[in-house]
């Protein structure tokens, strides 16, 4: 029960991904070089809503390609995401963590809905395996995704709004720095049902030409779906070159459900927790991956809060919304995953599907995708319902 | 552990109603029926608070019986000033989540409704109710009384990272939408309980930490008044 907390440095030792741009995160990559991605329209058959969306739908090819890979788990699209993403991130340490046994691998899920597709067809009496109605309460999801992968050390599930995939990171670190785990796969999934899109529809928060973040037109968000997986580790565990999580911050507007506050305070408050974690100074940060959904108020808010916490000295950021839609619980990990491949690849990458930025933008707004030095220190940002804002810091540390 | 302390308890549940200083009083008749038909209305805020109930009715269940522990607990956050505000965190747990919601928001879908279909949109209620700006955490756990948010906030605050956080367990699903449910998906009963932990002040009101299930620790303390009236 006690929570003692160490020093232990945590690290990033692999990932996975599967978005609209396909199955792994080297098409993320090339989405990210050519900062076109994976918005596009699908004919819906929604209740009150019937007509073409256009958002970050994973295709029907990938979704094939994952069921023949995956057969038994062809059911459950949330789960099927969700494993394909956890093996990949087993193969990309590439045997490295081999010698971790079961009893100290974790994993934590952020999820929004789990496997809402599975109560969309139990309330409509439609069939729907026992396996899968399981699956709709995410702790569940969680349990039966470390099952599968050998995992049997520490389980959490975090459910926060659009700020879950940053929570599950801080959670996922937590449980390494209280030595419950050597190495936690940190989960984020998340569909486009039926469910999600009436909702999104019903505020009216979509936009029907696909999001253009930061935008001076923009008129809402572009909805996404898919899985990412970061699987961290204890530091000294990794040989070579690793990117840290060493700080995270989330505070609440106290303000309104579904809307942001309108000077970015609540934000701003969570860089600066996530910095004082971190131990650094908002100079440090070399790049900032916004959260940057497209809706007038967001993006707003967004470049406020950046302003109150970096002064007239902004540093590079951009949004990726345009690249995979707002992947609402698996938007932090996925995200992060980007902020990797900037590093990897020195790059700052870009916002896709901005023409003209808002007056109110800071003007280091990425726009296009450019080379850059290689960044050391980089900031992640998300918000989401219920006044939440979060913040991760993540570092590049040589051996 | 002895440095921190349980300041505040409330509880909410089929048996009663109180916290740690009034002790649990039985409800009126009608009402534990009427929690489980999710129809929670004004004469039941009354119970718990003098303050105006309009917004209690635009919530749905889980936030009305969240919001009711919330006020129960008498922590005293109105009279603290903002920068102590921003170092309250508020730490949720809960099996069934928003699924009452998530069900009523698939029969008749209303934007009003779709706020709620997150089981963290409690915690946002809490927060703008009594403007605490702290970092916020919701998880979702296997069993009704898991205790998972207390274990974080004894973490955040051996890091020093909050002084006081509010740990609150609630389940909630109404008997007609919990029959249309398969049994693993049915939370045990319905609760809310709220729990106040930070460092230990040496105040009268305080309880001693002790680990466990948010539930059983708040109705324990809540059987047992400090000061019964």
């Given amino acids: 029960?006690?929570?003692?907390?160490?020093?232990?440095?945590?690290?990033?030792?692999?990932?996975?991904?599967?978005?609209?741009?396909?199955?792994?995160?080297?098409?993320?990559?090339?989405?990210?070089?050519?900062?076109?991605?994976?918005?596009?329209?699908?004919?819906?058959?929604?209740?009150?809503?019937?007509?073409?969306?256009?958002?970050?739908?994973?295709?029907?090819?990938?979704?094939?390609?994952?069921?023949?890979?995956?057969?038994?788990?062809?059911?459950?699209?949330?789960?099927?995401?969700?494993?394909?993403?956890?093996?990949?991130?087993?193969?990309?340490?590439?045997?490295?963590?081999?010698?971790?046994?079961?009893?100290?691998?974790?994993?934590?899920?952020?999820?929004?809905?789990?496997?809402?597709?599975s109560l969309e067809k139990l309330v409509r009496r439609q069939p729907c395996s026992p396996a899968t109605q399981r699956q709709i309460q995410p702790a569940f999801l969680a349990a039966d995704l470390a099952a599968a992968n050998q995992i049997s050390g520490p389980v959490q599930c975090v459910s926060a709004a659009c700020i879950s995939g940053l929570l599950a990171i801080q959670q996922g670190a937590t449980l390494i720095r209280r030595r419950l785990a050597d190495l936690v796969f940190v989960v984020g999934v998340d569909l486009i049902s039926e469910f999600v899109l009436a909702g999104f529809t019903s505020l009216k928060s979509l936009d029907p030409e696909?999001?253009?973040?930061?935008?001076?037109?923009?008129?809402?968000?572009?909805?996404?779906?898919?899985?990412?997986?970061?699987?961290?580790?204890?530091?000294?565990?990794?040989?070579?070159?690793?990117?840290?999580?060493?700080?995270?911050?989330?505070?609440?507007?106290?303000?309104?459900?579904?809307?942001?506050?309108?000077?970015?305070?609540?934000?701003?408050?969570?860089?600066?927790?996530?910095?004082?974690?971190?131990?650094?100074?908002?100079?440090?940060?070399?790049?900032?991956?916004?959260?940057?959904?497209?809706?007038?108020?967001?993006?707003?808010?967004?470049?406020?809060?950046?302003?109150?916490?970096?002064?007239?000295?902004?540093?590079?950021?951009?949004?990726?919304?345009?690249?995979?839609?707002?992947?609402?619980?698996?938007?932090?990990?996925?995200?992060?995953?980007?902020?990797?491949?900037?590093?990897?690849?020195?790059?700052?990458?870009?916002?896709?599907?901005?023409?003209?930025?808002?007056?109110?933008?800071?003007?280091?707004?990425?726009?296009?995708?450019?080379?850059?030095?290689?960044?050391?220190?980089?900031?992640?940002?998300?918000?989401?319902?219920?006044?939440?804002?979060?913040?991760?810091?993540?570092?590049?540390?040589?051996? | 552990m002895s440095d921190l302390a349980i300041l505040a308890v409330s509880y909410l549940g089929p048996e009663g109603f109180g916290n740690d200083q009034t002790g649990l009083r039985a409800w009126p008749a009608p009402l534990d029926e009427a929690v489980q038909h999710g129809e929670l209305e004004p004469l039941h805020w009354s119970l718990v608070s003098a303050s105006d109930s309009s917004r209690f009715l635009r919530m749905d269940l889980m936030c009305r019986l969240g919001l009711m522990a919330a006020e129960l607990l008498d922590a005293g956050f109105d009279e603290m000033p903002e920068v102590q505000r921003e170092r309250v965190a508020v730490f949720v747990e809960t099996f069934a989540g928003s699924l009452d919601t998530d069900v009523r928001f698939l029969q008749t879908p209303r934007p009003s409704l779709f706020a709620y279909t997150l089981p963290s949109t409690v915690m946002g209620e809490i927060c703008i109710r009594y403007r605490l700006k702290g970092p916020g955490l919701c998880l979702v756990s296997p069993n009704d009384s898991d205790g998972g948010a207390l274990v974080e906030a004894v973490d955040w605050l051996r890091e020093g990272d909050v002084d006081a956080c509010l740990c609150l367990g609630c389940e909630?699903?109404?008997?007609?939408?919990?029959?249309?449910?398969?049994?693993?998906l049915r939370p045990q009963g319905w609760h809310a309980a709220a729990l106040l932990v930070g460092k230990s002040s040496g105040a009268r009101r305080e309880h001693p930490f002790t680990p466990g299930s948010l539930a059983e620790i708040c109705r324990k303390l809540c059987f047992k008044p400090k000061r019964a009236c």
């Avoid at chain 1, 995956?70 to 059911?75: C, E, I, K, S, V």
């Avoid at chain 1, 007038?296 to 950046?306: F, H, K, R, T």
Wanted: proline content about 6%; hydrophobic content about 40%.
């Fill in chain 2, 172 to 184: 909630a699903v109404d008997r007609e939408i919990a029959a249309m449910l398969p049994e693993h």
């Fill in chain 1, 1 to 117: 029960m006690e929570a003692a907390v160490s020093k232990t440095r945590v690290a990033i030792a692999g990932t996975g991904a599967v978005t609209a741009v396909g199955s792994g995160v080297e098409p993320l990559r090339q989405a990210l070089r050519t900062n076109a991605g994976g918005l596009h329209a699908r004919d819906c058959v929604v209740r009150k809503i019937g007509q073409s969306i256009i958002a970050g739908w994973v295709s029907e090819t990938t979704l094939e390609q994952l069921r023949q890979k995956h057969p038994g788990h062809a059911d459950s699209r949330a789960f099927l995401f969700a494993h394909a993403a956890l093996k990949q991130s087993g193969q990309s340490m590439a045997g490295q963590l081999n010698s971790v046994p079961p009893t100290r691998r974790g994993l934590v899920l952020s999820t929004t809905k789990a496997d809402i597709e």
């Fill in chain 1, 210 to 399: 696909g999001c253009r973040p930061f935008d001076k037109a923009r008129v809402g968000l572009s909805l996404g779906e898919g899985a990412g997986v970061l699987a961290l580790a204890r530091r000294d565990l990794l040989s070579g070159p690793v990117v840290r999580i060493t700080g995270w911050g989330s505070s609440n507007d106290a303000n309104h459900l579904t809307g942001p506050s309108r000077d970015g305070a609540g934000l701003a408050l969570a860089i600066s927790r996530a910095l004082t974690k971190a131990g650094k100074e908002p100079e440090a940060i070399d790049y900032i991956n916004a959260h940057g959904t497209g809706t007038p108020y967001n993006d707003n808010m967004e470049s406020l809060a950046l302003q109150s916490s970096f002064g007239d000295r902004v540093p590079p950021f951009s949004s990726s919304k345009g690249l995979l839609g707002h992947t609402l619980g698996a938007a932090g990990i996925l995200e992060t995953i980007i902020c990797l491949v900037a590093i990897d690849e020195q790059m700052l990458p870009g916002t896709p599907r901005l023409r003209e930025p808002d007056a109110v933008t800071p003007k280091s707004l990425v726009h296009e995708p450019r080379p850059a030095a290689p960044s050391r220190c980089i900031l992640k940002i998300n918000c989401g319902f219920g006044g939440t804002n979060a913040a991760l810091v993540l570092e590049t540390e040589s051996p």
